[in-house]
């Protein structure tokens, strides 16, 4: 008698375990992370030192992800006073009627340097050239796809660039300029696996930032990520990685795909700060 209340104590622990389990795995969803990477570059120019770059990404509308979370992420982006914001797509889920509302969320956000977007493999699935004409009723969100402009941050000369998503769009870096017209370059690419496919020019590229996987969007202790969509999960699986001829980073983003639940991936709003100071030695 004694084994069997020892049992049915023991399942009832467990029960109730994985039932508090199951509760956190839909409430994580909602809690965003600001993330505060620092991406140190070798030789950056002296006006770039401190300039700061908010990532949004895999917003998802339509999918489970709330609009007043997407409008939350945009708020937490300006409270960290970036000097130019990246939004590097999967803007809806399943469904372009979400792009407006979605677009709408974003609105409230402005930089100095520009708010820049270019699009995810779902935006294309569900109808990129709604995307498109979408984002041309918000003039300050700046299509990026497939061009790079060049700006002026101080004495230095900032490259932005933008490609199409790699899996579902043409992309294609032609528009970047001669490096000697450029001091920095930022790319922005939904697919962080373009870092791979683009080697030879993206090794012009100072500093790519993606999204795409969701981090894995559920891991576990000791084992991370049961499911990753980028080609070479064991680099891009999130935050920065130090390839020989670039960096990326590689945001979790703010929705969920699939299934709304996360588990030890919480959403985030990456705001990246450059430094010229020596690259810390890999473990």
Same mark, same amino acid.
């Given at each position: 008698?004694?084994?069997?209340?020892?049992?049915? $104590?023991?399942?009832?622990?467990?029960?109730?375990?994985?039932?508090?389990?199951?509760?956190?795995?839909?409430?994580?969803?909602?809690?965003?992370?600001?993330?505060?990477?620092?991406?140190?570059?070798?030789?950056?120019?002296?006006?770039?030192?401190?300039? $700061?770059?908010?990532?949004?990404?895999?917003?998802?509308?339509?999918?489970?992800?709330?609009?007043?979370?997407?409008?939350?992420?945009?708020?937490?982006?300006?409270? !960290?006073?970036?000097?130019? %914001?990246?939004?590097?797509?999967?803007?809806?889920?399943?469904?372009?009627?979400?792009?407006?509302?979605?677009? !709408?969320?974003?609105?409230?956000?402005?930089?100095?340097?520009?708010?820049?977007?270019?699009?995810?493999?779902?935006?294309?699935?569900?109808? %990129?050239?709604?995307?498109?004409?979408?984002?041309?009723?918000?003039?300050?969100?700046?299509?990026?796809?497939?061009?790079?402009?060049?700006?002026?941050?101080?004495?230095?000369?900032?490259?932005?660039?933008?490609?199409?998503?790699?899996?579902?769009? $043409?992309?294609?870096?032609?528009?970047?300029?001669?490096?000697?017209?450029?001091?920095?370059?930022?790319?922005?690419?939904?697919?962080?696996?373009?870092?791979?496919?683009?080697?030879?020019?993206?090794?012009?590229?100072?500093?790519?930032?993606?999204?795409?996987?969701?981090?894995?969007?559920?891991?576990?202790?000791?084992?991370?990520?049961?499911?990753?969509?980028?080609?070479?999960?064991?680099?891009?699986?999130?935050?920065?990685?130090?390839?020989?001829?670039?960096?990326?980073?590689?945001?979790?983003?703010?929705?969920?795909?699939?299934?709304? %639940?996360?588990?030890?991936?919480?959403?985030?709003?990456?705001?990246?700060?450059?430094?010229?100071?020596?690259?810390? $030695?890999?473990?």
């Amino acid at each position: 008698m004694a084994n069997t209340e020892r049992a049915a $104590r023991w399942a009832g622990a467990a029960a109730a375990a994985a039932g508090a389990v199951g509760a956190y795995t839909l409430l994580e969803p909602l809690w965003l992370e600001v993330t505060r990477p620092r991406i140190h570059v070798r030789g950056l120019h002296p006006d770039l030192e401190g300039f $700061r770059i908010a990532l949004l990404t895999d917003m998802h509308a339509g999918d489970g992800t709330p609009l007043w979370l997407i409008r939350r992420a945009a708020r937490l982006a300006m409270r !960290q006073r970036p000097h130019l %914001i990246a939004l590097t797509g999967d803007f809806a889920a399943d469904d372009a009627g979400t792009f407006a509302p979605v677009l !709408q969320a974003l609105a409230c956000l402005h930089a100095p340097h520009g708010v820049w977007a270019v699009p995810g493999n779902h935006d294309h699935t569900v109808g %990129i050239h709604r995307w498109h004409a979408e984002l041309r009723r918000h003039p300050h969100l700046r299509d990026l796809t497939n061009r790079a402009v060049v700006q002026k941050v101080g004495g230095a000369s900032l490259c932005v660039a933008g490609v199409d998503d790699f899996s579902r769009g $043409r992309p294609t870096l032609d528009a970047l300029p001669p490096p000697e017209a450029r001091d920095f370059t930022l790319l922005l690419a939904h697919d962080p696996d373009q870092a791979e496919q683009a080697r030879r020019a993206c090794d012009a590229v100072d500093l790519i930032v993606s999204g795409h996987t969701h981090g894995g969007q559920v891991r576990l202790p000791w084992v991370g990520a049961l499911k990753n969509p980028a080609e070479r999960d064991d680099l891009y699986e999130e935050g920065l990685r130090r390839r020989p001829w670039t960096q990326v980073y590689t945001s979790r983003g703010v929705g969920t795909v699939h299934l709304p %639940i996360r588990l030890l991936c919480r959403p985030e709003v990456a705001v990246l700060e450059l430094s010229g100071a020596p690259r810390p $030695r890999l473990p």
